[in-house]
C-alpha cells in the first residue's frame, strides 16, 4: 500500500531565503509525482507535475526533483516571498488511473 | 480556458439528509476525479470517472456515490448524512493520465 510522507510538517522561513520541501513515498511504483500548493479554504492549484521517467521539472523560482529508486522527491524554493505562505502538498499516482496518494503536506510561512 | 469549477460552494445540512455535488471540468478534460479532505484525514480519493464510467473507487462507505455525464460534468452524492461527512469536497480534472487540476471545493457542514 502506498504511503506518502512529507516533512517537515511545518516551517518558517525569513524572505529571500532559498528552502527546500521534502516528500516520500514507499512504492516506487509510480506513474507520477505532482506537487500543489493549498492556500487556507481554496483548492489545490498545480505547482510542478514530474513523470516517472523524468528527474526534474522548474518552473519559475520552483524546481522539483525525481529519485523513484529511493523513493524521494524534493520541491526547492528559490528566493522565497510572504506570498509563497501555504500549505504545500506532493502526491504520487501509480498505475492506469489518476487515483493520488497524497502526503500530508508542509505549512510553509514565510515572514517579512 | 475556464478552469474546474465546483457547485455550491457551500452546504450546510442536517443528519440523516442527502446531498448533491456538482463539478464541471476544464474543457476537453474527459477524466473527473474526488477527494475529500478533513483535518484528521487529510486528502482522501474518492471515486475517478472517465468518459461516463467509474474507473476507481476508494475506500468509502456506498453512501458515497456519484456519476459523469456525457459532457463529463461529474456528480457526487452522498445519502444518510453523518457528522463525519464535514468536510472540504474537492474534484479533480485531467486529460488522461497527466496533470489534475482542481477545483475550489464544496464546503460541507453536517449539523
Known amino acids: 500500500k502506498q504511503e506518502v510522507t512529507q516533512i517537515p510538517a511545518a516551517l518558517s522561513v525569513p524572505e529571500g531565503e532559498n528552502l527546500v520541501l521534502n516528500c516520500s513515498f514507499t512504492d516506487s511504483a509510480i506513474y507520477n509525482l505532482q506537487w500543489f500548493r493549498q492556500d487556507p479554504g481554496k483548492g489545490l492549484t498545480s505547482l510542478l507535475l514530474i513523470q516517472s521517467s523524468q528527474r526534474e521539472q522548474t518552473s519559475g523560482r520552483l524546481n522539483a526533483s525525481l529519485d523513484k529508486s529511493s523513493g524521494r522527491s524534493t520541491l526547492y524554493i528559490a528566493a522565497s516571498q510572504p506570498g509563497d505562505s501555504a500549505t504545500y502538498l506532493c502526491a504520487v499516482a501509480g498505475g492506469a488511473t489518476n487515483k493520488l496518494i497524497f502526503g500530508t503536506g508542509t505549512l510553509l510561512a514565510v515572514q517579512p | 480556458k475556464a478552469g474546474v469549477t465546483q457547485t455550491p460552494r457551500y452546504l450546510i445540512k442536517t443528519r440523516g439528509q442527502q446531498v448533491t455535488l456538482s463539478c464541471s471540468p476544464i474543457s476537453g478534460h474527459r477524466s473527473v476525479s474526488w477527494y475529500q479532505q478533513t483535518p484528521g484525514q487529510g486528502l482522501q480519493f474518492l471515486f475517478e470517472y472517465f468518459s461516463e464510467t467509474q474507473r476507481n473507487k476508494g475506500n468509502f462507505p456506498g453512501r458515497f456515490s456519484g456519476r459523469q455525464f456525457s459532457n463529463s460534468r461529474s456528480e457526487m452524492n452522498v445519502s444518510t448524512l453523518e457528522l463525519g461527512d464535514s468536510a472540504l469536497y474537492l474534484c479533480?480534472?485531467?486529460?488522461?493520465?497527466?496533470?489534475?487540476?482542481f477545483g475550489p471545493g464544496t464546503r460541507l457542514t453536517v449539523l
Open positions: 479533480a480534472s485531467s486529460l488522461g493520465q497527466g496533470a489534475q487540476y
